[in-house]
């Protein structure tokens, strides 16, 4: 399952904010799954640009498997998560890569979705979201912060 949003937009003009957002695949309704998050930090007016692949292990419990500081703002986010056991996880941040195989979790479900969450003064948007497995209807329900789940 690959998923996938263009035009990321974490903007970086403020005396101090932080914003993050991202793409999550092979998400199972307990809560379980993948999730590629882009997260800009802006303290006294110096920003910090960050990339990670999460586990979600339950509705709140993620653990950073993988994570790189970046020169710039990105544009784009994907992430595809296959196999069960090792699942491989591969998350491309514009032309920036992180991967991952997860050994310990055997998750299952066809889910994928967008994930935003930022301070007041900080503003985070996506457009362009693509899943390219199952392309159908919108799941009801939420996750933690995700704004959007596909089934």
Do not use: Q
């Amino acid at each position: 399952m690959k998923v996938s949003v263009r035009e990321v937009n974490a903007p970086t003009i403020s005396e101090y904010y932080w914003s993050s957002g991202g793409v999550i695949t092979r998400l199972s309704k307990d809560g379980k799954g993948y999730a590629a998050i882009y997260k800009v930090d802006v303290l006294d007016l110096e920003v910090t640009y960050m990339c990670y692949i999460y586990i979600m292990i339950g509705n709140n419990g993620w653990e950073v498997v993988n994570s790189e500081r970046l020169p710039g703002k990105i544009k784009t986010i994907n992430i595809t998560a296959t196999g069960t056991n090792p699942v491989y996880i591969s998350a491309w941040f514009d032309s920036y890569h992180l991967e991952y195989y997860d050994y310990k979790y055997k998750l299952t479900g066809e889910y994928g979705g967008m994930w935003v969450l930022c301070t007041m003064k900080g503003t985070f948007y996506m457009d362009d979201f693509v899943e390219e497995t199952t392309m159908t209807d919108i799941e009801t329900g939420s996750i933690g912060c995700i704004k959007a789940l596909f089934k």
